[in-house]
């Protein structure tokens, strides 16, 4: 009946944080949970494989340190909007990554990184389309996402 308890309950809990405790909200939380359960289950997704889940935290730490970063560097380009131009623009950048939960969180790192969205994963080349705000040198934003963010994903996910 439940094919992600977990899933199931989690999404119960936030139901009723959200809506409050009553037992009609209740009782529709736990349909919508358990009908997201069987969507999950229908999604069939691929089992997730920490090799190295103590890298964790690096990983985190430098996600957490480039998005502050970014923010200040985003928020220096708006504020300096008059003075210098920024240079939008897209990079297509070609990944060894093919798990579905790696790829899933490079997706999120890049997205909640401002600046940066990604955009499209082309799964014929395994390539992905970014979109960057200030494109100053392309290489350099390569090099972040290959040596930084890539290789690491691999190791702790391969």
């Known amino acids: ?10 999404l119960l809990i936030m139901w009723l944080l959200l809506n409050g405790f009553t037992l009609g909200h209740f009782i529709l939380g736990l349909i919508v949970a358990v009908f997201a359960g069987w969507a999950m289950a229908s999604l069939q997704p691929e089992p997730i494989r920490l090799k190295k889940w ?8 430098l996600v957490f340190r480039d ?3 970014s923010n200040i560097d985003v928020a220096w380009i708006i504020l300096r909007s008059g003075k210098r131009r920024h240079n939008p623009g897209f990079i297509t950048v070609h990944l060894e990554l093919r798990s579905q939960f790696a790829l899933a969180v490079l997706a999120v790192i890049l997205t909640s990184t401002p600046g940066s969205a990604w955009l499209e994963y082309d799964s014929n080349d395994h ?6 705000l200030d494109i100053q ?4 934003w390569r090099d972040t996402i290959k040596n930084r963010y890539e290789a690491l994903l691999l190791e702790i996910f391969a």
């Open 1 to 10: 009946m439940l094919p992600y308890p977990i899933l199931a309950t989690c």
């Open 54 to 61: 103590y890298l964790l935290p690096k990983l985190f730490g």
């Open 67 to 69: 998005i502050v970063k």
């Open 127 to 132: 390539s992905v389309l970014l979109h960057v």
């Open 137 to 140: 040198n392309e290489a350099v």
